[in-house]
């Protein structure tokens, strides 16, 4: 179970977070300075890189402690990043006032909040011994 929570967390921050974002609202997004893109263009290889690392260490080495911990460094720091926007400006809208949701939250707090938890779970949850109890 640990392995399904860690890999549907890495899906999320390196899969689905780059497909989302390379498109004209973000990485091709005109009114963004290059100073911006570059930025973005590097959180998203980063982000991708520890996923790619995060994968194989669970499904190769067996090391599930690590590899939560990481997935959630990425995915907590998305979630203070939102919590603190007003102290930087930022916002989850795009220039024309849109915001992608679900259910009337914002797919990247859900998504990411959903991942979080699962990954503290993961981490809190003790390990079966060796009958499987």
Same mark, same amino acid.
């Given at each position: 179970m640990?392995?399904s929570?860690i890999?549907f967390?890495?899906?999320?921050y390196?899969?689905v977070?780059p497909?989302?974002?390379l498109?004209?609202t973000h990485?091709?997004?005109?009114d963004?300075?290059?100073?911006v893109?570059i930025?973005?263009?590097?959180q998203?290889f980063?982000?991708?890189?520890?996923?790619?690392l995060?994968?194989w260490?669970v499904?190769v080495k067996k090391?599930t402690?690590?590899?939560a911990?990481l997935s @959630?460094?990425i995915?907590?720091?998305f979630?203070?990043?939102f919590?603190?926007k007003?102290?930087?400006?930022?916002? @989850?809208?795009y220039?024309?006032?849109?915001?992608?949701?679900?259910?009337?939250v914002?797919i990247?707090i859900?998504?990411?909040?959903?991942?979080?938890?699962l990954?503290?779970?993961?981490?809190?949850?003790k390990?079966?011994n060796h009958?499987?109890?």
């Amino acid at each position: 179970m640990k392995k399904s929570i860690i890999t549907f967390s890495i899906f999320l921050y390196a899969i689905v977070v780059p497909f989302l974002e390379l498109n004209n609202t973000h990485v091709f997004n005109p009114d963004w300075t290059p100073h911006v893109r570059i930025h973005e263009v590097w959180q998203l290889f980063t982000n991708t890189g520890i996923g790619v690392l995060c994968l194989w260490l669970v499904w190769v080495k067996k090391e599930t402690k690590l590899t939560a911990i990481l997935s @959630m460094l990425i995915t907590g720091g998305f979630l203070l990043a939102f919590l603190l926007k007003g102290f930087y400006g930022g916002s @989850m809208k795009y220039l024309d006032g849109s915001e992608k949701t679900l259910l009337g939250v914002n797919i990247g707090i859900l998504g990411f909040g959903v991942a979080f938890i699962l990954l503290l779970f993961s981490l809190l949850a003790k390990p079966k011994n060796h009958h499987g109890i």
